[in-house]
């Protein structure tokens, strides 16, 4: 069975601070996938990750993949409060059409 | 605004009815996903279509059913509701399968009582 972990599950960190979320996947897979959610609203798309070494940075997020580990980060600089909310990974498979999500971790960034 | 669209927002009813939420994919998209939300769950991958095909199926209930439209919008069927269905039910959508970023609509919020 596919296990998609992710951790911490949660953080609290202060603003300027960094910090890197991790997520392992128990299963061979070659596409990765960020989302952000706010409380109560839908899921926004951050990055997709598509081979393995893929690196993508938008804004103050960079996310990575590392398929031979099995392990993706979100890598977060220098932290602002707007970034506040739960980050999801999840790993899809190119030989079927679903993709699992991660735990998620519930970020908060104190001024 | 990702473009998918799910009604009814939100949405209560009692144990033992049947409900259906509606999704339209974004304009061009031909996979729907459904997923569900809850607490103790997370994310639960349920069911995909592929322009009016069934694709793959994940943790979905017998009493849950769904389908694609040829116009392409989907509805998920919920019967015999039990308290433990309350949830948040998301569609998302994409162009074709994964290779494509996926766009979650602002979901359905059942509660069952």
């Known amino acids: 069975e596919l296990k998609v972990e992710q951790n911490p599950l949660f953080l609290s960190m202060q603003e300027g601070k960094n910090y890197t979320i991790y997520c392992n996947y128990s299963?061979?897979?070659?596409?990765l996938y960020w989302y952000r959610q706010d409380p109560g609203k839908s899921l926004e798309s951050l990055f997709v990750?598509?081979?393995?070494?893929a690196v993508k940075q938008e804004g103050r997020l960079m996310a990575s993949l590392d398929t031979k580990a099995r392990l993706s980060t979100l890598h977060i600089t220098a932290a602002v409060h707007d970034l506040s909310a739960t980050y999801f990974c999840?790993?899809?498979?190119?030989?079927?059409?679903?993709?699992?999500f991660g735990t998620g971790t519930s970020l908060t960034v104190i001024p | 605004d990702s473009g998918v669209t799910q009604t009814p927002k939100h949405l209560i009813t009692a144990t033992g009815q049947r409900v259906t939420l509606r999704c339209s994919p974004r304009?061009?998209?031909?996979?729907v996903y459904w997923y569900q939300q809850s607490l103790d769950q997370g994310l639960q991958f349920l069911i995909q279509?592929?322009?009016?095909?069934?694709?793959a199926k994940g943790n979905i209930l017998e009493r849950f059913s769904a389908q694609q439209f040829p116009d392409l919008h989907s509805e998920l069927n919920l019967s015999s509701l039990e308290l433990g269905d309350s949830a948040l039910y998301f569609c998302?959508?994409?162009?074709?399968?994964?290779?494509?970023?996926?766009?979650f609509g602002e979901g359905s919020w059942l509660t069952v009582v």
């Open positions: 279509y592929y322009n009016g095909e069934e694709r």
């Open positions: 998302a959508s994409s162009v074709a399968g994964l290779k494509n970023t996926i766009y």
């Open positions: 299963t061979t897979s070659d596409r």
């Open positions: 999840a790993v899809g498979f190119s030989t079927g059409n679903q993709f699992y």
């Open positions: 990750l598509l081979s393995n070494g």
């Open positions: 304009s061009g998209d031909l996979s």
